[in-house]
């Protein structure tokens, strides 16, 4: 199938082809990552080897989306079934301040933005780094390899290069006049004043030099030890908030999925700090009353309903979704159908509204994602970032490592659920989903994309259960996103359909794309595993099939003798 034709009439044309496999499926954002990946399980390695090998070589070949001085969260289905969320996410550092930023504006679209951009470029943006603890305790609890031999593609592809890609040196180029101020990531991507060229070899030393020494030292490399110290003494000549006391006390947090009921399947998702399972499920909740495969995928009637959704679920989202440490957040009443069947009587199918929450007070756009599934039954559904785009567009110095700028997710107003507090986890909107039948596991996927995530990943959702969907059309779709603002659309959504939510009072906008690229894994009933990765990204998805030889086959010397 080379493309996707709506009831409603709306075509997009498939860009990528699925791979299909029996004993593994590695997706990533880069070719090499998911090679890095494939390259443990033919070793032997389970899904979770696979995974934070991929993670790791994203940090080399992807270093404007992810590093182990970010952070993020891996939504894990062991071979036995159980699930877990293991939280990763940064944390504000210990004299963090609910006022330390000055707001330019109480309204969308500047709501988040401050005098000088303090909360997204410099040292006052970072936020402490939780990638690499997240990241070495699912290996160590979960994985069957050791560190190092698991850092040893990342090591390589750091050490002897890898080919600059069209999308990195995009990249490049719009972040140049911050990346030129930082001697380190000036020297690494504005070689000569410019960035390279695609196809160009690019090594990165300094960071091999670090991910060896992460190999040799585990995660206190970092929280305390030589890399830990190079960053704390940076903050310190800096102006930087972040000391050795903050990375020492920094811990993984460890949650279980919410699980949302949608038309006979189990959709599972990170908790809050994460938006994605309370709201994923409080906006499927809404829509499932609706015939949605009947008013078609691309019509002005589904993306009306999905725009009313996606207004409901962020006016929530805005006074809910935060650090549960120090918001209580109402779940059960969220994620209830009796909250959804509220919600939906003050909808209009003939009129966009605004929407306030329905309940009291109580990010960037650049990220990764990895999705990988092994013959096993275990499955890795983990979307990392730095945050922005370079994160906050500077690296520490000697190591070659790449600062988040998360503290951008942080409300810079004080007195909001949202706010700035010392130790305070950072709110996301990671959504890596995993989606079960009585039971068992049909498709896992997740996306990079900031506010835009658990919109676009309910929309796969949406696409794979109400209008069945192959996988790799599932990810490609057309997408819409809105927060109440403006209802934005991407390119391939029909004009007259545009013309007609205009009508209906939605201020319409289009957008190149809308989040990031989508890596999914389908679990077929013949046991096969299909991988797809969408066009808003390098990503691309690796099949292992075939295996070992009999035991009980032996070479034998007289065969093939004269």
Not at 405 to 434: C, E, W
Request: charged fraction near 20%.
């Amino acid at each position: 199938m080379s493309g996707w034709r709506s009831r409603a009439g709306s075509p997009f044309t498939r860009e990528k082809q699925p791979a299909l496999a029996s004993r593994g499926m590695v997706v990533t954002n880069h070719p090499v990552a998911s090679s890095a990946g494939a390259e443990m399980l033919l070793s032997g390695g389970n899904a979770i080897d696979a995974a934070i090998a991929a993670l790791f070589t994203l940090t080399v070949v992807e270093p404007m989306m992810v590093g182990p001085l970010g952070g993020g969260v891996a939504h894990i289905r062991l071979a036995d079934g159980r699930h877990l969320v293991l939280d990763g996410l940064s944390t504000a550092p210990a004299a963090a301040r609910p006022d330390m930023y000055r707001p330019i504006s109480d309204s969308l679209p500047d709501y988040q933005e401050t005098e000088g951009l303090e909360n997204k470029v410099g040292v006052l943006a970072m936020g402490v780094p939780g990638a690499l603890a997240g990241w070495c305790k699912a290996l160590a609890e979960h994985g069957t390899m050791p560190l190092g031999e698991v850092l040893r593609p990342a090591i390589r592809a750091a050490a002897d290069g890898f080919r600059v890609t069209p999308y990195l040196r995009g990249a490049v180029i719009d972040a140049a006049e911050d990346l030129s101020r930082d001697p380190g990531l000036a020297a690494t991507f504005l070689p000569g004043g410019a960035a390279p060229e695609a196809g160009t070899l690019l090594k990165q030393p300094a960071l091999a030099e670090s991910l060896r020494l992460i190999a040799a030292e585990g995660p206190k490399a970092l929280y305390g030890g030589e890399i830990g110290r190079a960053l704390a003494a940076h903050m310190a000549a800096s102006g930087g908030l972040i000391t050795i006391a903050d990375l020492e006390t920094y811990g993984v947090a460890g949650r279980e999925p919410v699980i949302g009921h949608y038309r006979g399947f189990e959709v599972l998702a990170p908790p809050p700090p994460s938006s994605s399972g309370v709201h994923m499920t409080q906006m499927l909740n809404l829509l499932e009353e609706y015939d949605l495969a009947a008013l078609g995928s691309g019509s002005a009637d589904t993306i009306h309903l999905l725009a009313e959704a996606l207004k409901m679920g962020f006016a929530d989202r805005a006074v809910a979704t935060a650090d549960p440490a120090f918001v209580k957040v109402p779940v059960a009443r969220l994620t209830s159908k009796d909250y959804a069947a509220e919600r939906r009587a003050l909808l209009r199918r003939d009129r966009a509204r605004d929407w306030a929450p329905g309940i009291p007070q109580a990010e960037s756009a650049n990220t990764t994602h990895v999705t990988v599934a092994d013959s096993s039954g275990n499955i890795v559904a983990t979307t990392q970032t730095i945050n922005s785009l370079f994160g906050a567009r500077f690296s520490i110095p000697g190591t070659g490592l790449i600062a988040n700028n998360y503290m951008f997710n942080f409300d810079p107003h004080p007195g909001q659920a949202l706010s700035v507090a010392p130790g305070k986890r950072v709110f996301t909107s990671m959504a890596p989903t995993i989606v079960r039948k009585d039971g068992k596991p049909v498709f896992a996927l997740g996306l990079p994309g900031g506010l835009r995530i658990f919109g676009s990943a309910m929309q796969a959702v949406i696409n794979l259960i109400d209008h069945g969907m192959e996988l790799q059309d599932a990810v490609e779709a057309p997408r819409i996103w809105t927060q109440g603002h403006t209802l934005e659309l991407e390119p391939t959504v029909a004009a007259d359909v545009a013309e007609r939510l205009a009508a209906l009072g939605h201020q319409v906008q289009r957008v190149k794309h809308i989040g990031g690229g989508m890596a999914a894994v389908r679990f077929r009933d013949d046991g096969m595993l299909e991988g797809a990765a969408c066009w808003r990204a390098d990503g691309t998805p690796v099949g292992i099939s075939g295996g070992l030889a009999r035991p009980d086959v032996r070479f034998n010397p007289e065969v093939g003798r004269r």
